[in-house]
């Protein structure tokens, strides 16, 4: 069975270490926390390793294979059998044998086919192409930019008249990739250490990781995508540019940076995304199995670890409310304390009725124990828009049913008609970019407390299961932030 085993050494080893470290680095210099955590958490992995690696390499002769060690989290994924499970439980240094749930999902990535690859290589190429001629990006004027709906809704002009435009921060933004064209390309992130020469240049692990990684396939291909880019509208919610006739800017954050990575859930993302120094990571993904079990655990563990890196997770609430019982339309990882979860509502304000409610329990889970039924944990966390709104794309793609505002010649464009909390969840990430770019030393927990402290609070008073704290307000968390104290 696949499993994954935890070590006894975390930097957070249960449900009240976290809160706790919040407390006391309540304003303590991000930058600083960064260096000092990923360093602790790397020398607890090796140390831990080293007590384990004589018995692991034993039980890899008979019964355990498929090692893959970790740091985000202190511990390993493996396969194993009954007796080496056993056998892992008795070793002094591990402290739970968890079974993955969904089976294998910490497991090796499969091939890509050549197809996949052959029209990854020309979207990255395409890239190249389009960077070579970008040219060196101008600071942002509104001045003849049309702006949209939503970014009105949550205050987004506002906050650049204050300054704000979430220029020097880096989204990491784990999707289906995006394509490249001209209001992505001046967002994309480059890994300024590394070149397409077939070496792994800057050291890290990964060869020729140039916008990101694809941890679905273990290629470098992170850009690119299919006619149908769920990544690419999220990503021009986040931050994409003023573009093309109509000149529309679709982006919270418009002069944000985007790093590119795939692969859904998997640990390796969330330890390139703090190795690589990410300030925020957006998540379009949600695993809705409701027997997770104690492996929900894990995932808790890495998301607090990754805010003491920096880190700052957010994401859609999720479209379950029709499918899911009260308690479990809001599941991993947007159910996790730390992870900002954001609902959506349409042009009218009203919740569509898709929008996963909340709250969220985490009593049955090991080392938490925490938020039962008869004190949950209250999610959304934030609301923002979910539908309605322009988004840019490739306008031809088949089967949807896309309202078209503008194209050009090679079928790009902008368009209206996608639906669904995971484009709730870029305006959150846009906002703690806007937030981060006037205040890069904020720690990853005040990011979150005042953006749900400057809400506008929608329905009932105060938080609710369908708004949460209420909509975003960009210019009132960007003055929250830049007025918060940093020691």
Same mark, same amino acid.
């Given at each position: ?24 680095? *309540?304003? @303590? ?22 007590? !384990? ?15 893959? #060690? ?12 009954? $007796?080496?499970? +056993? ?6 240094? !591990? ?16 091939? #890509? ?13 395409? @890239? ?10 101008? =600071? ?16 987004? $002009?506002?906050?650049?008249?204050? %300054? ?6 880096? !989204? ?55 006619? *149908? ?33 795939? /692969?859904?859930?998997?640990?390796? +993302? ?22 997770? /079990?104690?492996?929900? &655990? ?23 409310? *029709?499918?899911?019982?009260? %308690? ?15 609902? &959506?509502? /349409? #042009? ?30 209250? *999610? ?17 793609? =088949? ?29 959150? /990430? ?22 749900? $402290? ?15 704290? &209420?909509?975003?307000?960009?210019? $009132? @968390? ?10």
């Amino acid at each position: 069975m696949p499993v994954f085993v935890r070590m006894r050494d975390q930097l957070f080893a249960d449900g009240r270490a976290y809160p706790a470290y919040c407390e006391e680095h *309540k304003a @303590a210099s991000r930058s600083r926390l960064r260096a000092t955590n990923l360093k602790d958490l790397k020398a607890r992995a090796d140390r831990s390793w080293q007590l !384990v690696a004589p018995a692991i390499e034993k039980l890899q002769a008979d019964g355990l294979s498929d090692v893959q #060690r970790y740091w985000i989290v202190n511990g390993f994924a493996c396969h194993a059998d009954g $007796e080496a499970v +056993a056998a892992l439980t008795r070793l002094p240094a !591990v402290a739970y044998v968890h079974r993955q749930v969904p089976a294998g999902a910490l497991k090796k990535a499969p091939p #890509r086919s050549p197809g996949w690859l052959t029209k990854r290589e020309a979207d990255e190429q395409r @890239a190249l192409q389009l960077l070579q001629k970008r040219g060196v990006e101008v =600071p942002f004027v509104t001045d003849g930019v049309q702006v949209p709906w939503n970014l009105k809704a949550v205050r987004a $002009e506002q906050a650049w008249q204050l %300054g704000a435009t979430g220029k020097g921060v880096k !989204v990491a933004i784990i999707d289906t990739g995006l394509l490249c064209f001209p209001p992505l390309v001046h967002a994309l992130w480059q890994n300024p250490r590394e070149v397409l020469d077939g070496k792994d240049n800057d050291g890290n692990g990964y060869v020729d990781d140039v916008f990101g990684w694809d941890f679905g396939g273990a290629t470098r291909f992170a850009v690119g995508d299919g006619k *149908k880019s769920h990544g690419t509208m999220c990503a021009g919610i986040l931050a994409g540019r003023p573009w093309g006739k109509s000149n529309t800017v679709t982006g919270v954050a418009p002069r944000a940076q985007l790093m590119v990575l795939r /692969g859904s859930g998997k640990l390796s +993302a969330y330890e390139y995304a703090a190795q690589m120094g990410a300030d925020v990571l957006s998540m379009s993904y949600m695993m809705m199995n409701p027997d997770l /079990g104690s492996f929900r &655990g894990v995932f808790r563990t890495a998301h607090e670890h990754l805010a003491a890196c920096g880190v700052v997770s957010v994401g859609g609430a999720g479209n379950f409310a *029709k499918t899911a019982k009260p %308690g479990h339309q809001i599941a991993l990882p947007k159910d996790i304390p730390c992870v900002i979860a954001a609902s &959506g509502v /349409g #042009r009218d304000m009203a919740v569509p009725s898709f929008s996963s409610r909340g709250p969220c329990m985490w009593d049955d889970v090991p080392f938490f124990g925490d938020y039962p039924a008869s004190a949950p944990l209250q *999610k959304p966390d934030v609301c923002a828009c979910a539908a309605g709104f322009p988004v840019w794309h490739w306008v031809q793609a =088949p089967g949807r049913s896309l309202k078209v505002q503008w194209q050009n010649a090679d079928g790009f464009g902008l368009v209206v008609g996608p639906r669904g909390n995971s484009f709730s969840g870029p305006h959150a /990430g846009g906002v703690a970019a806007l937030m981060l770019s006037v205040q890069p030393e904020l720690p990853a927990w005040r990011v979150q407390e005042l953006m749900i $402290e400057s809400c506008r609070d929608l329905g009932k008073q105060g938080w609710d299961v369908t708004h949460g704290a &209420g909509m975003l307000r960009a210019d $009132e @968390a960007v003055r929250l932030a830049r007025a918060a104290k940093i020691h």
